[in-house]
C-alpha cells in the first residue's frame, strides 16, 4: 500500500508541476528524498505522461499547423517552432557528450527555485510595460531554444518558466501567446529527451537472447503504467487550468510560491 501511494504521489508531483513554472526535476528531486529514488526508466515513463497530456490538449492547433503549412503564417510559426527545437536538440547533444550538468542535489535546487521566482516578478514588471504583443519573433524562437538548454543544465530553474518569461522579454509580451509557443517547443523537446533516457535505459542490450534488457529486468510494470495513467491526467487538468488562469492573471503566484519553496529548503535543508 505504502509503495502504491508512493508512486501515486510522484506521479502526482510530475503531472502538476512538469508544465507549470516551478520545476519538475526539483519537486521530483524533493519528493524522491523522502518517498526514495525511483529508476531512470520510472522518471521517463512518468515525463512522457505528462507530454502526452499537452499533446491531447493542442491536437487541434499542431493538426492546424500540419495541414496548413500553406499558409504564410503557418508555415512562419512552424519553422520558428523547428528552429527553437534544433538549438535545443544541437546544444544539448553536445551539452551531453561534454558531461556538463550540476548535481542533482536539494541545495541547487532551492536556489534555482529562489532565484527564478525573483526572475519571474521582474520579468512580468518589465512585459507589462511593453504593448501587448502576441506575435513570435525570430528572436524569441532562437531565445527559446537556448533557455530550454539553460533549463536542462541547471535542476530547478524549471523548462516552462524559462521559455515563457524569456518569449515574453523577447517580444512575445502577451501571456497566453507566449505560453502556447513555449509548450509547443516543448513537446518534440521532451519527446526527444525521454527517447534519449529510454535508449540509453536500453544500452545495455539483452542479457541473453529472449530477455529484457539489464535496465528493464527488475522494473515493476504496474507501478509504472499507474505512474503513467496518473502523470497524464493530472497534466491535462493542470495545463488547461493554467491556460485559462493565465489569461486573466499574472504568472506572480507562482514566482511567490518558489521564492518560499526556495527559502524554505535552504532554511531546513542547508546541506541536502
Known amino acids: ?41 520510472f522518471n521517463v515513463v512518468i515525463q512522457a505522461g505528462a507530454i502526452f497530456a499537452v499533446t491531447l490538449i493542442y491536437w487541434r492547433r499542431l493538426w492546424q499547423l500540419a495541414t496548413g503549412l500553406g499558409r504564410v503564417e503557418n508555415r512562419d510559426y512552424a519553422l520558428k517552432l523547428f528552429v527553437a527545437f534544433a538549438i535545443t536538440a544541437i546544444l544539448g547533444f553536445i551539452v551531453t557528450k561534454l558531461g556538463f550538468k550540476l548535481p542533482e542535489k536539494i541545495t541547487p535546487v532551492a536556489w534555482a527555485l529562489l532565484i527564478g521566482g525573483v526572475w519571474m516578478i521582474v520579468a512580468e514588471y518589465f512585459a507589462a510595460r511593453r504593448r501587448d504583443n502576441a506575435q513570435v519573433s525570430w528572436t524569441v524562437a532562437i531565445l527559446v531554444g537556448l533557455a530550454q538548454i539553460v533549463a536542462a543544465i541547471f535542476p530547478g530553474t524549471s523548462r516552462s518558466a524559462a521559455t515563457i518569461f524569456v518569449a515574453m522579454l523577447a517580444g512575445s509580451s502577451n501571456r497566453p501567446a507566449a505560453t502556447e509557443f513555449a509548450f509547443l517547443v516543448g513537446i518534440p523537446t521532451m519527446f526527444a529527451a525521454s527517447g534519449y533516457e529510454l535508449l540509453k535505459v536500453l544500452k545495455g542490450g539483452p542479457l541473453q537472447a529472449g530477455t529484457l534488457p539489464q535496465g528493464m529486468l527488475h522494473e515493476d510494470w504496474g507501478a509504472l503504467g499507474i505512474a503513467f495513467v496518473v502523470s497524464t491526467l493530472t497534466a491535462f487538468v493542470a495545463v488547461k487550468w493554467l491556460l485559462g488562469f493565465i489569461r486573466t492573471h499574472r504568472y506572480t503566484a507562482f514566482a511567490i510560491y518558489r521564492i518560499i519553496a526556495g527559502a524554505a529548503l535552504l532554511l531546513l535543508m542547508p546541506n541536502a
Do not use: C, K, N, Y
Open 1 to 41: 500500500m505504502l509503495e502504491l501511494l508512493s508512486v501515486i504521489l510522484l506521479g502526482l508531483i510530475e503531472g502538476i508541476t512538469e508544465f507549470l513554472p516551478i520545476s519538475s526535476t526539483g519537486h521530483l528531486l524533493i519528493a524522491e528524498h523522502w518517498l526514495g529514488a525511483r529508476s531512470d526508466l
